[in-house]
């Protein structure tokens, strides 16, 4: 291979080299620079796209938050709407059951109202029938002691009976010995004054009400009464 010498070749070769690689860079860097503007234009484009997506995104977010928060409330108003149907259905409750109490009470007072009743028709039935089995005795004590012993009986005001005795004072056979007696409630006898007084009279009327023998009462009260000394 011969040796380049001439000294104008090497500079032609230099210089046509020099243009070479200059024309190369260029050419590099052309190439280069268009890629990277594709390269940037492709970005741009995908972080548009992300950023509308993103937009998009958010929208959607915020109406699902818009939602949510419209289901919240929604959710609190009925709920509250629930407990206020809870409180006034607990309230009517609570009204029946004092309501049924009230009544329960009430047909309690009319069972007792009606017991008692009962009770008090039972009673006046025997008390009736009491009365009855002692007016009998009244009348034939009447009967007996009016004809034999001038023993007389007057009904006075308040459901009384004054009870007349003559023929004990042989002084004076006029002369007058009395006692009142009425009937208790119970249908009990009870001696309300006797004139003149006499001590045993507490216990003759106790044994009348043991007895139930008003003839034989009205005997011991006679005898009480002439066994007085004469006034």
């Known amino acids: 291979m011969n040796c380049i010498t001439d000294a104008n070749i090497g500079n ?4 046509t080299m020099e243009d070479i690689r200059n024309k190369m860079l260029f050419q590099g860097t052309a190439e280069m620079t268009e890629t990277g503007m594709d390269w940037v234009q ?11 997506t993103c937009s998009k995104k958010c929208k959607d977010d915020e109406i699902i938050f818009e939602t949510i928060d419209s289901y919240k409330t929604d959710l609190e108003n009925k709920n509250a709407s629930l407990v206020e149907k809870r409180n006034a259905i607990a309230k009517r409750l609570s009204e029946v059951e004092g309501k049924n109490e ?22 006046i039935v025997s008390q009736n029938k009491a009365n ?50 009425r009937i208790s409630e119970g249908g009990l006898y009870q001696i309300v004054s006797s004139d003149p007084p006499l001590d045993c009279m507490a216990h003759l009327e106790q044994r ?23 006034q």
């Open 12 to 15: 032609w070769f230099s210089s």
């Open 102 to 123: 009230q009544k329960s009470k009430i047909i309690e007072k009319i069972e007792m109202v009606r017991v008692e009743q009962a009770k008090k028709k039972k009673l």
């Open 42 to 52: 492709t970005h741009r484009k995908t972080v548009r796209s992300v950023l509308d």
């Open 132 to 181: 009855k089995d002692r007016l009998k005795n009244l009348n034939k004590a009447k009967q007996v002691f009016q004809g034999r012993l001038g023993l007389e009986i007057r009904k006075i005001h308040g459901e009384k009976l004054q009870f007349i005795f003559r023929d004990i004072n042989p002084r004076d056979s006029e002369c007058v010995y009395t006692f009142m007696l």
């Open 208 to 230: 009348l009400q043991e007895t139930n023998n008003f003839s034989a009462f009205l005997a011991n009260v006679r005898r009480e009464f002439l066994a007085l000394k004469p």
